[in-house]
């Protein structure tokens, strides 16, 4: 029974963070719950297949092993953001850590840890006072706009379109047979916490009659 009480302890302890990370940290920046299950269902699976070793140091290198498949695979067809591959990391990683109150003395060292961790996620959700630019790839019409010596009014056509606050611009390949360019616009983000939220980059393609985003 001890057995089990320290494995029910270890588990519920190990999910309850998983859920404060996703449900408290994650989710309420993103409202994205795209990812919440696999989110909390990786870090379920990685700690009860641990829980099962019977050695820690075997468990740590099959858990960061499993971990490196799972990045190697990327989900192919559908490759995952930078931001949510860093949560996956983190995920992936607590059980890891969380395993070894298991078998080890270490309740207080896995218990700071953890509180560490979401302190730090948090603080880092929060923005910690910096200002993240975004960019979006156009592939703008008006070509006689690109020149150098009309960069301004380039600039406002774009911020009147997009309705961004365009900080700068970046000229990219010109296609002067159908006299369009692509242009990339670097603006302070608009979203929350200044993450885009789509795995490529928006392209806007503009016509003399419409425009779509």
């Known amino acids: 029974m001890s057995d089990l009480a320290s494995f029910l302890l270890s588990f519920g302890f190990n999910l309850l963070?998983?859920?404060i990370l996703v449900r408290f940290i994650y989710y309420p920046f993103t409202h994205n719950k795209r990812y919440v299950l696999t989110f909390v269902a990786f870090n379920t699976v990685i700690f009860l297949v641990?829980?099962?070793?019977?050695?820690?140091?075997?468990?740590?290198g099959v858990g960061f092993g499993l971990f490196a498949i799972f990045t190697i695979l990327r989900y192919r067809?559908?490759?995952?953001?930078?931001?949510?591959?860093?949560?996956?990391?983190?995920?992936?990683?607590?059980?890891?850590?969380?395993s070894a109150s298991l078998t080890k003395?270490?309740?207080p060292q896995v218990i700071a840890a953890n509180i560490a961790i979401l302190v730090i996620m948090f603080v880092l959700e929060k923005e910690w006072g910096f200002k993240y630019e975004q960019s979006k790839r156009i592939?703008?019409?008006?070509?006689?706009?690109?020149?150098?010596?009309?960069?301004?009014?380039?600039?406002?056509?774009?911020?009147?379109?997009?309705?961004?606050k365009i900080k700068?611009?970046?000229?990219?390949?010109i296609n002067f047979l159908k006299d369009t360019a692509d242009v990339t616009v670097y603006y302070e983000s608009v979203e929350p916490n200044g993450w885009s939220y789509s795995d490529e980059p928006v392209v806007i393609a503009y016509s003399s009659t419409d425009t779509e985003d």
């Open 168 to 173: 700068r611009v970046s000229i990219g390949r």
């Open 50 to 60: 641990l829980t099962f070793l019977t050695s820690v140091e075997i468990g740590i």
């Open 77 to 98: 067809t559908d490759p995952i953001p930078v931001r949510e591959m860093t949560y996956m990391f983190v995920i992936a990683a607590l059980p890891v850590m969380n």
């Open 17 to 19: 963070v998983a859920i």
């Open 139 to 164: 592939t703008y019409e008006k070509i006689e706009l690109i020149r150098p010596d009309r960069r301004n009014e380039l600039m406002a056509d774009l911020e009147q379109r997009t309705g961004l």
């Open 105 to 107: 003395s270490l309740w």
